[in-house]
């Protein structure tokens, strides 16, 4: 299935998810908030297929230009992003849930344009599209958290929207995922640029930047001594994947220099290109062959604003 109709696909679902909840719901959702989401949704198809339905026409303007990022399939866009929700972790523990709307520099929104009586409309849905919920936190302009009382009625995997309007854009929908299931105890993610891996100490220099390209280098050592013995891996001395801590997004990372021929080794080092589409932390996975037995470093660093 190609990425526009897996794109066109999830627009579908999801306007049939908050038609059928609002059978549901239907005294906490008001039929113009629906009306719009359902419209915006239409309206992205629209932009998408030029207004056409072939299959070709579809292929074709995908290939031709980016398709619009639908909402609700990211937690950063236009310069906003969905920080971390932080909620009870097991069903029928009572808490709150609580997270914060920031700029690209990190900085919490704290204007809004009211849209539909609110500042802010929260959507929570199970991926099965059960255990709709639509409501409405309380703000708390000091810190610029939102936040409300919770429970959690079922396990499962939850997309947790964010759909508001900035004092200095128009509407903008995020999201993350939630799990919720047994009590787990989670492994703090905390920023590291040193890894140890069989032997061989790899360390990570260099930081990501929002808007523009950065070389981040990885050095190999063994020993105390300089690894010059990496082989070629997937077309370079070294593969490098990054990924967006919340939505796990996929980072193009490109390796400098000419691709390697059959046969030639180097190091100690490896020097990559990147940009990061938004602030935040990066979780990185170096990957790296030697002696004919690949081996993956782990990094974490958080992308800043230059």
């Known amino acids: 299935m190609s990425t526009w109709r897996r794109l066109a696909l999830f627009a579908g679902v999801l306007v049939a998810v908050f038609a059928v909840a ?8 008001p039929d113009s908030a629906v009306d719009s989401w359902q419209q915006r949704a239409r309206d992205s198809h629209q932009e998408m297929s030029g207004g056409h339905d072939s299959g070709d026409d579809h292929a074709a303007a995908y290939n031709g230009a980016p398709a619009e990022i639908l909402d609700g399939t990211v937690l950063s866009r236009d310069g906003y992003t969905l920080g971390p929700v932080r909620a009870p972790s097991t069903v029928d523990r ?35 599209g059960s ?13 610029g958290e939102w936040a409300l009382p919770w429970r959690w009625e079922a396990a499962g995997s939850y997309r947790v929207f964010a759909d508001f309007t900035p004092d200095t854009g128009s509407g903008v929908v995020l999201a993350r995922t939630v799990d919720v299931a047994r009590p787990v105890t989670p492994v703090p993610v905390s920023p590291r640029t040193a890894d140890h891996v069989d032997g061989f100490d790899v360390t990570l220099t260099g930081v990501p930047a929002v808007g523009h390209d950065t070389r981040l280098a990885i050095t190999v050592t063994r020993a105390g001594a300089p690894v010059t013995g990496l082989q070629p891996y997937l077309g ?17 990372v490109h390796p400098e220099g000419a691709e390697p021929q059959v046969g030639q080794t180097s190091g100690p080092c490896v020097d990559f290109n990147t940009r990061a589409p938004s602030a ?13 037995v690949v081996r993956t470093a782990t990094f974490v660093t958080d992308a800043g604003v230059d």
């Open 236 to 252: 370079a001395f070294g593969h490098l994947v990054a990924l967006r801590e919340g939505d796990l997004a996929y980072l193009h």
């Open 22 to 29: 609002l059978g549901v719901a239907a005294v906490t959702v």
């Open 280 to 292: 935040g932390r990066y979780l990185l996975y170096f990957d790296f062959q030697v002696d004919g």
């Open 94 to 128: 009572p808490g709150e849930l609580r997270f914060t709307i920031t700029t690209a520099g990190g900085e919490p929104v704290r204007d809004y344009v009211r849209t539909h009586d609110k500042d802010l409309h929260l959507i929570v849905v199970r991926s099965d």
């Open 131 to 143: 255990h709709f919920r639509h409501v409405h936190p309380v703000f708390d302009a000091s810190s």
